[in-house]
């Protein structure tokens, strides 16, 4: 089953922050956060293997809690090149991915 | 280092024709996955490979589909008699797994199909 991605969308101006939200109805092993730019490839964020696992990559972190079968990302002080669609996936091989969260991030 | 790459990254083809696209994984990574992406979707995902092996195979692969990966370095996947539901991107991966565990995806850019 696929994992349920909120907010839908977001718009943010530069300097804001934001949360994405995932959450799985099933048992979740591992969480990938991805970012896609309208044309372009899905970009890997991070990984997260562990409950309770926490993971930052410049201003953007994630956290993952195993129990509640949820992993959200945290966007600081957002730029205008974290535009674009957010991804969560989940699963150890293959990956089921959510719908996404567009991203916009104006001047 | 390069990435991962595929070819084409267009193409059009007729209803009825048949298609097959071309990945090159990073050369380090023993995983090659494919999947597809529509319009406003999540890619989803279609096959996979560890070294020359296809392990699993979505459900919603149809006998149209075939993919292969023979000496473990590049793969095809062939789509037999397109249908315009077959229209999307096909996307390609690969990563490093060990047992288990399997490491980040990393995705090429992608083949537009368009079946007309």
């Given at each position: 089953?696929?994992?349920?991605?909120?907010?839908?969308?977001?718009i943010?101006?530069e300097?804001?922050?934001?949360?994405?939200n995932?959450?799985?109805?099933?048992?979740?092993?591992?969480?990938?956060?991805?970012?896609?730019?309208?044309?372009?490839?899905?970009?890997?964020?991070?990984?997260?293997?562990?409950?309770?696992?926490?993971?930052?990559?410049?201003?953007?972190?994630?956290?993952?809690?195993?129990?509640?079968?949820?992993?959200?990302l945290?966007?600081?002080?957002?730029?205008?090149?974290?535009?674009?669609?957010?991804?969560?996936?989940?699963?150890?091989?293959?990956?089921?991915?959510?719908?996404?969260?567009?991203?916009?991030?104006?001047? | 280092?390069?990435g991962?790459?595929?070819?084409?990254?267009?193409?059009?083809?007729?209803?009825?024709?048949?298609?097959?696209?071309r990945?090159?994984?990073?050369?380090?990574?023993?995983?090659?996955?494919?999947?597809?992406?529509?319009?406003?979707?999540?890619?989803?995902?279609?096959?996979?490979?560890?070294?020359?092996?296809?392990?699993?195979?979505?459900?919603?692969?149809?006998?149209?589909?075939?993919?292969?990966?023979?000496?473990?370095?590049?793969?095809?996947?062939?789509?037999?008699?397109?249908?315009?539901?077959?229209?999307?991107?096909?996307?390609?991966?690969?990563s490093l797994?060990?047992?288990?565990?399997?490491?980040?995806?990393?995705?090429?850019?992608?083949?537009?199909?368009?079946?007309?």
């Open positions: 089953q696929q994992p349920v991605q909120s907010p839908q969308a977001v943010l101006r300097g804001e922050d934001a949360v994405i995932c959450s799985s109805s099933k048992a979740l092993y591992s969480v990938h956060w991805y970012r896609q730019k309208h044309g372009e490839a899905p970009v890997f964020l991070m990984i997260l293997l562990k409950g309770g696992e926490q993971k930052g990559h410049e201003k953007i972190s994630a956290s993952f809690n195993e129990k509640k079968q949820q992993s959200s945290y966007l600081t002080a957002s730029q205008l090149s974290y535009s674009g669609t957010y991804f969560c996936g989940q699963g150890g091989s293959r990956l089921t991915f959510g719908e996404g969260t567009q991203l916009t991030v104006n001047p | 280092d390069t991962v790459s595929q070819n084409p990254r267009h193409k059009i083809t007729k209803r009825g024709q048949n298609v097959t696209f990945c090159d994984p990073i050369s380090e990574h023993n995983r090659l996955y494919w999947y597809r992406q529509t319009l406003g979707q999540g890619p989803e995902f279609l096959t996979y490979f560890q070294n020359e092996a296809q392990l699993e195979k979505s459900r919603l692969l149809s006998d149209r589909f075939s993919a292969e990966r023979p000496k473990g370095s590049f793969s095809t996947l062939e789509i037999q008699r397109t249908e315009q539901g077959d229209s999307a991107m096909y996307l390609c991966a690969s797994a060990m047992g288990q565990l399997s490491y980040e995806q990393y995705f090429g850019p992608g083949t537009r199909l368009t079946v007309t």
